[in-house]
């Protein structure tokens, strides 16, 4: 028998599908939630009358993609639509198969639509195949072979081909709450049948909190450290108290992939933090990469972008400060010269700020992409032949050093910018002193096109 062998009847494919866990199953398979009352969180998308609860009661044809987190329930929910569809549903981990296995499916799945049976193919970490491998899905979707369900935990727009997204609805699933993650801890303890009740463990709240503050929202890790934590106690008195919790836990799971949304996240963090002149929310974004096994030289690079970014001209020697910290970086290496990176970001975060020479620099490339590049005014140019000088190169050109103030009165800039002024600076910190220094040089050059 096939796959999609037509003699296998819907309620025997549910029953397929649908097969406790095991025995020797981990906790958190165990307690898997099997309805949609049963899970936890996610109101704003399974809640009454709200758009996924909708379309997986009508057993709505289109396809989907759960963005979220660990451990947060996007293969749960594809299993709930496997509960309740009239359809085969197929899993795939695109961690361990391949595209190949998967079209096989897909022309198994063709064969069981000439004879009116939807197919569900359900994508885990779908953001592990690449573009190409994306497209092959495709076909299947337009004709209406399958119906596509993905999950991943990675941002769609970057990760997903924008003709399958196009095709998809996107869910994004929220991370759980402690408390309701503790309150997920404390059913599975007492449950006797799917969770630990048969071994007649108890806990202390606090305790439960411990471990569901430390899963980030990963209900995953939750239950995986509830096992440890339960293991522990039964060498002991049963009881789970928040001593047993901590050394269950051991470390924190940090929600971090360096190459991922969330190394976005918390750069544009502490980028953000710094720009509004705020050392608390910086340090802490700072701590959670380095915590997390951030590169430090790339924290490094990005917080001196930082120097000449948004502080620039007020406080130019902050960029010697974060190159010296970098240097150090390199020299002694993490954890000792995080104090350095931390020590710059602090200094960043004190000193005056402007994006002055930012703002220019960009206005200038605006202009050179879409503006004609003129030609460099005769004036500005050498001759270092006669030829050249004949055509005119360096006529009218003014040496500044002879000039009064060390100014000429003097374009330039093309004549297509004539007068562009690109660089407007602050009155912020030492850029005060520019400004005031820039006010000097036109008064200079207003003052030798006076007439005399």
Known sequence: ????????????????????????????????PRTLDELAGQQHLVGPGKPLRVQIERDDASSMIFW?????????????????????????????????????????????????????????????????????????????TIRLIGATTENPSFEINAALLSRCRVYVLEALGEEQVALLLRRAIEDPVRGLGARALTADDDALAVIASYSNGDCRSAYNTLEVAAQLAEDADKHITKAVAG?????????????GEEHYNLISALHKSVRNSDPDAALYWLGRMFAAGEDPIYIARRVTRMAFEDIGLAAPEAMNLCLSAKQAMEFI???????????????????????????????????????????????????????????????????????????ADMQCLPDALKNRVYYHPTHEGREKQLAQRLEEIQRLKAAKREPR
């Open 68 to 144: 979220g987190p660990p451990g947060v329930g996007k293969t749960t929910l594809a299993k709930i639509v496997a509960e309740t569809t009239r359809a085969n549903f197929v899993e795939f981990s695109a961690v361990v198969s391949g595209i190949k296995e998967i079209k096989q499916v897909m022309v198994e799945a063709a064969k069981a639509a000439e004879m009116g049976t939807r197919t569900i193919l359900f994508i885990d970490e779908i953001h592990r195949f690449n573009k190409a491998q994306q497209d092959a899905f495709l076909p299947y979707l337009e004709r209406g």
């Open 247 to 259: 050394e269950a836990v051991q470390q924190r799971v940090l929600q971090y992939d360096k190459k």
């Open 1 to 32: 028998m096939n796959l999609f062998d037509q003699s296998e009847d819907f309620s025997s494919v549910s029953n397929r599908i649908s097969a406790h866990a095991t025995a020797g199953s981990p906790l958190a398979e165990k307690m898997r």
């Open 333 to 407: 290496g993490s954890p000792e010269a995080d104090l350095a990176i931390a020590q710059a970001v602090v200094y960043l975060c004190l000193a005056p700020k402007s994006n002055s020479v930012y703002t220019a620099y960009n206005q200038v490339l605006a202009d050179i992409e879409h503006t004609a590049q003129a030609p460099v005014p005769l004036h500005l140019r050498n001759a270092p032949t006669r030829l050249m000088e004949e055509l005119g190169y360096k006529k009218g050109y003014r040496y500044a050093h002879d000039e009064e103030g060390k100014v």
